[in-house]
């Protein structure tokens, strides 16, 4: 009886880790990616999506200020370079 006890415990707790190590919250995650240019004057921050972060393809991801996500290429293009180049100097200027 004892053994049967111990063993589904064990049993219980091997699943209970399992759980835990896929109930991590999904990554919003750009699927692909437009090079449609984007007005300056909307776009309040950004960030670069990777695949070292569980994203299937990287990406310039800007955050308008209507909080809308917006997927560019990685910094492949002149005008991203501007947008990004604009925020860092915006975030410097003490307002």
Same mark, same amino acid.
């Given at each position: 009886?004892?053994?049967?006890?111990?063993?589904?415990?064990?049993? !219980?707790?091997? @699943?209970?880790?399992? +759980?835990?190590?896929?109930?991590?919250?999904?990554?919003?995650?750009?699927? &692909?990616? *437009? $090079?449609?240019?984007?007005?300056?004057?909307?776009? !309040?921050?950004? @960030?670069?999506?990777? +695949?070292?972060?569980?994203?299937?393809?990287?990406?310039?991801?800007?955050? &308008?200020? *209507? $909080?809308?996500?917006?997927?560019?290429?990685?910094?492949?293009?002149?005008?991203?370079?501007?947008?990004?180049?604009?925020?860092?100097?915006?975030?410097?200027?003490?307002?």
């Amino acid at each position: 009886m004892q053994t049967t006890t111990v063993t589904l415990l064990i049993i !219980a707790a091997v @699943f209970w880790c399992n +759980t835990e190590a896929f109930s991590d919250a999904a990554v919003d995650c750009c699927l &692909t990616t *437009k $090079d449609t240019r984007i007005p300056i004057q909307i776009v !309040a921050s950004y @960030f670069h999506q990777t +695949t070292d972060s569980g994203c299937p393809i990287p990406a310039t991801v800007f955050i &308008t200020k *209507k $909080d809308k996500k917006l997927c560019a290429p990685p910094e492949k293009n002149a005008w991203i370079s501007k947008i990004i180049t604009h925020l860092e100097k915006k975030k410097k200027t003490p307002q």
